[in-house]
């Protein structure tokens, strides 16, 4: 967020001053905070939003804030992602506010205010209350601007009132809330300046016919004015929460695999749709949205910034080190792939596909969800066209992730997993990715890097499965021996 765009308030500083403490104890609890293990240094909030009142019995307060951290090691800094001690790290939370709690939303207190104007009040997880989360719906159903917050709809989509909320119970890196198994309410926590590719490839997918993907129904953003500083945001609305078709019958492929494993079944056939479904997706954002060829100077900036990522990991998470060398000989070769000549086609993608990210319908029908990208990247990275080989790289990654969950490992399960994906994804595409394995390697590599650093900041238990797939790819360039 900018300076000149989040000039507070004297109202906006004196309320947070009254949240500071609750805040500091309770932010640094939320599996989307990216701050943990850093101390925070201070609070200020970039936009204060009161869409209720708070008069009886409660208040909805939405707040855009901006953490700032001390200075901190560079390790560290490769540890957390991009955010900045300049800058901070922006959140959105969603306040309810009430003199008493009562007992069924225990669970979401955040705390009890003792000085400023909230004093005596009793802030909350406004999502958990059913009034509260009703009263978001009854916003994005009618457009319109309320302070800085914009609410957009297709108008094309019926949408019914007075749904029944239920937040989701499965806290990832942002929130959502159900609404009467209808709709789901995306609200992003971590937020930037710019489009949020969560909402704007759905809404490319949506208007191309792809029916691979809940197209948005409604939507909000913030209207931040006062020439953003931060890169290439400038003047850019904020992506605050998007609300789609919930597929309520819909089971998640990370689930499904698992359950099948557990059952000895083998999961091939559903591997070669989600490859097919991959494809699909991968050509409609193609004919949707620009590509670009990738020569010899693009390859050498990717394989340079893999090797920068590989570094930084490596430095934040010792138990990497021993496999960096091995590793960088995957990003080595590409720069020499592309200093032969060889050239690929990027274009925009889903950047952070597993099989989390996937939900099959009863009728075997696969949907893709959750377009934002890795959260930890900078935004105008995740919104570059990218070689399509790392979604796919993202999916094999994801067949070895299930298959380390059974002991011993399910390593032929995981195997057999990743060759029906790339059947599948040539079914549509014409080619299998395998074609290119400097390519392939080299991704899945820079995501098993990737899936180290996010392991060892959020998931710390989960840190041996990516760790062993560093070492397979160190030491022999493929993390299961697929090829
Ligand atoms: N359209 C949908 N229909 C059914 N379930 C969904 C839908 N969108 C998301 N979900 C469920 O919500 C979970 C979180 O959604 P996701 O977009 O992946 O959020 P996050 O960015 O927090 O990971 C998913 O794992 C999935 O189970
Ligand atoms: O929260 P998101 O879904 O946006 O993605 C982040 O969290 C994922 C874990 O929830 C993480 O995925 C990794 O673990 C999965 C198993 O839980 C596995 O299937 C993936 O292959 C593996 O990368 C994802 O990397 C992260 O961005």
Known sequence: MSEAA???????????????????????????FAGKGRPIGSFEPVAVTELLPRTAPSGLLHLLLRVRRPLVPAQDTALEGPSTE?????????????????????????GHVTEGPLAGQTVYEALHDPRLAALLLERLRMPGRHGVLRFERDMSVGMPSGLTPRPLAAEQSNSSVVYGDTFILKLFRRVVPGVNPDLELPLHLARQGCARVPAPAAWFLAELTGGAADAGAAGEACGLGVLQPF??????????ALRMLGKGEAFTGEARALGRATAEVHAALADALPTVTLGRAQIGLIADAMARRLAAAAQAVPALRPYAPGLLTAFEALADLGGEGQSWTAQRIHGDLHLGQCLRSPDGHWSLIDFEGEPARPLAERRMPQPPARDVAGMLRSFDYAAATRDPWAREWATDCRAAFCVGYADVAGRDPRTDPVLLRAHETDKAVYEVLYEARHRPDWLPVPLAAARRLAENGSADAAH
Not at 6 to 32: C, G, K, V
Not at 90 to 104: A, D, H, S
């Open 6 to 32: 989040t000039r507070p308030t004297a109202h906006a500083t004196a309320l947070l001053a009254s949240l500071d403490p609750l805040l500091r104890e309770w932010l640094p609890r939320q599996r989307w």
């Open 86 to 110: 300049h800058t901070g790290d922006c959140y959105q939370l969603l306040l309810g506010v009430r003199r008493t709690l009562p007992p069924q939303l225990a669970p979401a207190l955040i």
């Open 247 to 256: 597929l309520a019958a819909a089971e998640d492929g990370w689930e499904l």
